[in-house]
Every structure is written in structure tokens, then in C-alpha cells.
């Protein structure tokens, strides 16, 4: 079997060939007001800057603004939440870049963005049938899927890890679309699971653990799990398992392009229904 290899990059590309237009006929645009959209950076590291260098790129080709604020990863909690309520009262849409440093508390500053400026859909007081838009990677995953001619409805589905960027999100948000979900995580299940599912999507982080033998022939084969292996970036999926999917997904390349133009169709659309 001869894997479709996704190309994230293609798809974004075409995503932000649609928003392009969209944002130009904003209101406001006209007389030159750019949209805002706010990130929040605490600390600093390489993989952190290649992220927000991939937004900030994207943003000015879609004429949107970035608004970045750089806060020391020393800096206590007061300080941090101050500087994401300042962003909060001057941009349309914030983003807290993750992760953050080990000693602050992520929730706390994650719950200071409010739902109609929630483009990442992580406030963790609000549930997700509450938000305004959906995770970045949930609708990349399904974006993928509906492109691929992969039927969601009904769909034996496991979803790998249950983590706030993947998991949790892409459980419910293919649940909210029929499929039938369930979910796999170091405390819970097994990778046998993986065997008679026709859809997997992986978010784990944890390099080239899933085989081909731990799937089904045809397997629609999402890989959102992102983590460094011998100085490179890897996904969950051994590469030859796209010797048995009918769906892959590359790491790099595949899901993560199409997660970021998510972000922007999301900021499209918090500042359309606030118009």
C-alpha cells in the first residue's frame, strides 16, 4: 500500500490563500488599521523562537500585526500576568506561546485571555463546547482528514496522549463530529488498542513509538506528536508506517503548517463575530 504523504505546507498555502482576502475586507482595514495579534514570549530558547518566527512571518503576509512582549523566564507570576493583561487590552487576539518555564503556573496565565480573544482555544476555565473557535491542531487534524477523503462519522478513532495542544482537544472535537473516540496515554490503554482503529492521531511527544505492526492496513494516520530525537524534530510514528497507512502525516511538515494557519483562520474569525 502506497501511502498519501500529506503535505501540510501545500494545504496551509491554500488556507492562507483564502484568509488573505478575508482579512483585506475586514472593517477598519480600509483605513489602514492593521489586525493585532498579541504572543506572549516568557523566556527564551531556539525551538520558542523558530515557532514565533513561523507566526510572525505568516502574520505579515497576511497583513496582520504582531505584537510581541518578551518577559524574562525569571520574571514571577504578577509580572507575567501583567504583561499578558497588557496585550489582552491592546490586540485583537492573544497568543501565550508554550510551553512556559517549569515554575509558573501555565493555567493561571492561560485563563487570563479571555474567550473572544482565545485564539489557541486553551483557556482552561472555558469548556470546549463553550469557545468561540477550536484548537489550532484539533481543526488541522480534521482539516487533514476532510482533504484526504477520510470519513469522520462513525469512524473507530483512538486518539494517542491527552494533552491540552492535542489530545483533549482532537478527542472532542472528532467526537463533536461522530466519530467514534477513544484514548490511549501511558496510564491508561494499551497501543494494542491501535490495531482495529481506522483513524489514529498521535500526540504524545514520544519519538517513533508507534509501528507498523501496532496498526491496522488503511489506517488514516494523523501524527501531531512533536519532541527531538538526535537533534532533530520527530514524530510518534516510525516513518515506515507509512508503509500501512492509507493517511500520513510527515514531522516534520504535515500537521504542524496546517495547525498554524488554523491560527489565523481563528483570529479571522474572533474578530469577525466581534465586529
Known amino acids: 500500500m502506497t501511502a498519501n504523504i500529506v503535505d501540510g505546507k501545500a494545504i496551509a498555502e491554500s488556507i492562507y490563500t483564502d484568509l488573505k482576502p478575508k482579512f483585506a475586507r475586514l472593517p477598519g482595514r480600509a483605513g489602514g488599521r492593521k489586525i493585532k495579534l498579541g504572543i506572549l514570549v516568557v523566556g527564551h530558547n531556539a525551538v520558542t523562537e523558530s515557532f514565533v518566527g513561523i507566526k510572525t512571518r505568516n502574520a505579515e503576509a497576511l497583513g496582520v500585526e504582531m505584537i510581541r512582549v518578551n518577559v524574562p523566564g525569571t520574571s514571577d507570576m504578577g509580572k507575567i500576568e501583567q504583561a499578558a493583561q497588557r496585550l489582552v487590552d491592546t490586540t485583537d487576539a492573544v497568543i501565550i506561546q508554550l510551553p512556559l518555564p517549569p515554575t509558573v503556573d ?110 491496522k492496513r488503511g489506517v488514516a494516520l494523523i501524527d501531531a506528536g512533536t519532541s527531538e530525537l538526535n537533534k532533530k524534530i520527530a514524530g510518534d510514528a516510525d516513518p515506515a508506517c507509512a508503509e500501512v497507512a492509507s493517511v500520513f502525516t510527515p514531522v516534520p511538515g504535515g500537521v504542524g503548517p496546517v495547525a498554524v494557519a488554523m491560527i489565523f483562520k481563528n483570529l479571522f474569525d474572533l474578530v469577525e463575530s466581534t465586529r
Open 106 to 215: 501555565t493555567n493561571q496565565i492561560l485563563a487570563a485571555v479571555p474567550l473572544e480573544k482565545d485564539v489557541d482555544a486553551l483557556n482552561p476555565n472555558v469548556a470546549e463546547e463553550e469557545r468561540r473557535v477550536h484548537a489550532p491542531v484539533a481543526l488541522a487534524v480534521v482539516e487533514i482528514l476532510n482533504r484526504s477523503n477520510v470519513k469522520i462519522e462513525d469512524a473507530h478513532t483512538v486518539v494517542v496522549g491527552a494533552g491540552r495542544l492535542v489530545g483533549k482537544p482532537a478527542a472532542w472535537l472528532l467526537k463533536s463530529l461522530g466519530a467514534q473516540v477513544s484514548m490511549f496515554t501511558l496510564e491508561e490503554g494499551s497501543i494494542e488498542d491501535l490495531k482495529d482503529a481506522g483513524i489514529v492521531v498521535s500526540g504524545a511527544g514520544n519519538p517513533g513509538f508507534i509501528k507498523p505492526e501496532h496498526l
